[in-house]
């Protein structure tokens, strides 16, 4: 089925590695006219729709999970902030600047980043990442809502734990944590990136056409499981 994104322009934010590398390759591969980066989203949509003539995907992937985010206890102010201010900040400025593009091409697809921390609690916490990912569902919502009638669809992408090198490097010098975690998981086995991708890939496409406002899970089962195979 190529060509799934022929005629399209995509703009991917946090697409150096990991998954945003893996969907502007895929994107491209499906016919779409990409657009790619790591910094001032704000400053890319404008450049993007003066080259391409418009917008019709935006796919705010970029994010950050710093080595110091822990517990409420433990976690400081200022990591607090620097988690924000990416996570959070960085998807709700990334859709002020870019649903506008959108609304001039009579519609279009956002698929925010969010991810299963979002849907479940974890006593191995992160709460600077985790309450930034719970902002971005709640905000996925509430444009979805906000925008139906004008053709914009919005959904919220919440993948479960991904072979990035976000998550390898927490994970690489504690396999002990790593296998405390993937007791839980169903399938025992972190996702490729590219397995999380084909779901956005789907959300930006026009097959999705009647899909918004939704937690797009693409996380192995994890948030359905209880007890797990041995």
Known sequence: MAGRLRGKVCVITGAGSGMGRE???LFTEEG??????????AAMMDATASRYGGIDVLYNNAGISPGDDASVLETSVEAWDRVQAVNTKGVFLCCKHGIPHLLDRGGGSVINVASFVAIVGAATSQISYTASKGAVLSM????????????????ALCPGPVE???LLAIF??????????RTHWPTGR???????????LFLASD??????GTTFLVDGGLTAAYVTPE
Do not use: H, M, W
């Open 23 to 25: 969907a502007a390759i």
């Open 140 to 155: 996925t919502r509430e444009l979805a809502v906000q925008f139906a009638r004008e053709r914009v669809r919005v959904n």
């Open 164 to 166: 990035t090198p976000l």
């Open 32 to 41: 779409a006219s990409v657009c790619v980066a790591d910094v001032d989203g």
């Open 207 to 212: 097959e999705s056409s009647y899909v918004t």
């Open 172 to 181: 690489g010098d504690d396999p002990a944590a790593l296998e405390r975690r």
């Open 190 to 200: 972190l996702a490729k990136p590219r397995e999380v991708v084909n779901g956005a």
